[in-house]
């Protein structure tokens, strides 16, 4: 299984951008797929998930405000859709793939794949 996230990139406060993970390999509609960040110096985070019935489980209340996800089950992708970028937003981005599908995975060890990560820069 092979997860290729694209999209990363440099913007200004406020901008967007379009992230994608497109997945091969594997039965794609039978994963959650979710997204992670991790930080300079910091521990890889959570952001927000898609589960298999194509339901979105946000890590936080701030997220869910700036950040939509999609998942497309005929071309093994997801997309990630996200507005109003911070500098705070900065950090690797990485989807992951995880199996689960009783409850929504959070934890890093919950997930069985994972891309290679694509940096997200916002300026002030």
């Known amino acids: 299984v092979q997860l290729q996230a694209s999209g990363g990139g440099l913007v200004t406060t406020g901008g967007f951008l379009r992230l994608s993970c497109v997945a091969s390999g594997c039965s794609f509609s039978m994963y959650a797929i979710g997204w992670f960040r991790q930080a300079l110096g910091k521990e890889r985070e959570f952001v927000l998930a898609?589960?298999?019935?194509?339901?979105?489980?946000y890590s936080s209340h701030s997220v869910k405000g700036r950040l939509t996800m999609s998942r497309d089950n005929v071309k093994n992708t997801v997309s990630l859709q996200m507005n109003n970028l911070t500098p705070e937003d900065t950090a690797v981005y990485y989807c992951?793939?995880?199996?689960?599908?009783?409850?929504?995975?959070?934890?890093?060890?919950?997930?069985?794949?994972w891309g290679q990560g694509t940096q997200v820069t916002v300026s002030s």
């Open positions: 898609i589960k298999q019935n194509g339901d979105v489980v």
């Open positions: 992951a793939a995880s199996r689960i599908d009783v409850v929504t995975p959070t934890h890093p060890y919950e997930y069985d794949y």
